[in-house]
């Protein structure tokens, strides 16, 4: 029996010394080298083939430097707020979140920040099980740690689901504008941003009534936010002071 129990105790060490040698590797590697495929991406492509679909998969990856700095504030205006001031997870807005959830009967509010969207997208799988959740926040610590804000928000925009079979900001600038991500316009990443909660619904090429009134919604709230620092620069609060953004 001790025998078994120590065999068993080896088994857990090894495998808990490889999980996590192995997902830092991961996350090290990511800090520098662009995520050209992400789960989701061969999620939805299977999903396609399932329903005898043609397969569709656009995606190219674009620095930050090269995607409209309207982009970043826009997703913070409309997705996480306090992306440049918390590290991972608003507190508060999961508090909040909670409370809203006890009073609504069907609608469930979310209070995932960017950078937990980045780690379940890059590293995880869709899904509202416990076990996720818990991965959800390793990784999230993680990239926190050893990517930074900047970076983290270029994978977010290069990778993150924003239409049908269309990844980042680029693919949805060609297919959905016809130009490129750096020539995207302030309304237009506003309402690229207001697709989000659920991109395969709604649709920035042909927005709907709801869409563009949403539009309107996240371009106020992007006067009062300001412009994402660039790589190396520290975020200063000061720069915010008055609440106006830079490129009203």
Not at 132 to 143: H, M, N, P, Q, S
């Amino acid at each position: 029996m001790e025998t078994k129990l120590k065999l068993v105790y080896k088994i857990l060490r090894w495998g808990l010394a490889l999980f996590f040698s192995s997902t830092i590797l991961v996350v090290v590697v990511y800090r520098f080298v662009p995520v050209y495929v992400t789960p989701l991406m061969v999620i939805r492509c299977v999903e396609q083939i399932a329903d005898g679909k043609s397969l569709t998969m656009h995606h190219k990856w674009k620095p930050l430097d090269n995607i409209s700095p309207s982009l970043p504030v826009a997703v913070m205006a409309s997705e996480d707020q306090r992306f440049l001031l918390h590290h991972g997870f608003d507190f508060g807005a999961i508090q909040q979140a909670a409370k809203r959830n006890k009073q609504a009967a069907k609608h469930k509010y979310g209070a995932s920040t960017i950078s937990q969207q980045t780690a379940k997208n890059v590293f995880l799988w869709p899904g509202r099980s416990w076990v996720r959740k818990g991965f959800e926040v390793y990784f999230t610590a993680l990239i926190e740690m050893l990517w930074g804000k900047h970076r983290i928000m270029e994978v977010y925009l290069n990778s993150i689901e924003m239409g049908d079979g269309i990844y980042g900001a680029d693919a949805v600038a060609k297919y959905h504008f016809s130009k490129t991500a750096e020539e995207l316009t302030r309304s237009e990443c506003a309402l690229i941003a207001a697709t989000l909660p659920n991109p395969r619904k709604f649709d920035s090429s042909n927005p709907t009534a709801y869409l563009r009134a949403r539009r309107g919604k996240i371009e106020f709230e992007m006067k009062f936010m300001p412009l994402f620092p660039k790589e190396g620069e520290d975020y200063d609060p000061s720069t915010a002071s008055g609440g106006i953004y830079k490129n009203n």
